[in-house]
């Protein structure tokens, strides 16, 4: 029988191992609430409708002035990666100039996610 390594995962992102932990563990939660709250949708499968949470509340969550964390991540968006020449690659996702909203936030909170749990990290040609 093969034995799995655990730990290489880790030891291929830069981050620590607590900070990856609590991503997953504050995006589980966050889902888990939306889909509780009726922000759900059926599909193949279910999953979260961040359109509708988004069309609700898109007026009333966003604080103002907004925290250094939220200004830090809209100063320095989430790449997103892409296939170029069969190259994977990474490029920016620069929002719209005056685009603060709730949902370019959600979407680059996404992505930040997505890029930690599925995305390669780093650029590869196949």
């Known amino acids: 029988m093969t034995s ?6 880790f ?6 191992k607590d900070l990856v ?9 966050f889902e888990f609430a939306l889909k509780r709250s009726g922000y759900a949708k059926q599909q193949d499968y279910l999953k979260v409708d ?8 898109s007026n009333s969550l966003l ?3 907004l925290p250094q964390d939220l200004l830090y991540l809209r100063n320095n968006p989430p790449k997103k990666q892409k296939l170029e020449n069969n190259c ?3 490029q920016d996702h620069e929002p719209a100039p005056n685009d603060l909203t709730l ?9 930040v996610r997505n890029n930690l749990f599925h995305g390669g990290k780093w650029t590869i040609c196949y």
């Open 50 to 57: 961040r359109a509708c949470f988004v069309r609700k509340h």
């Open 4 to 9: 799995v390594d655990l730990e290489k995962p």
């Open 11 to 16: 030891r291929d992102v830069q981050d620590s």
């Open 21 to 29: 932990c609590k991503v997953f563990l504050v995006f589980s939660r």
């Open 103 to 111: 949902k370019w936030l959600l979407d680059a909170a996404y992505t």
């Open 88 to 90: 994977l690659e990474w």
């Open 63 to 65: 604080p103002s002035p």
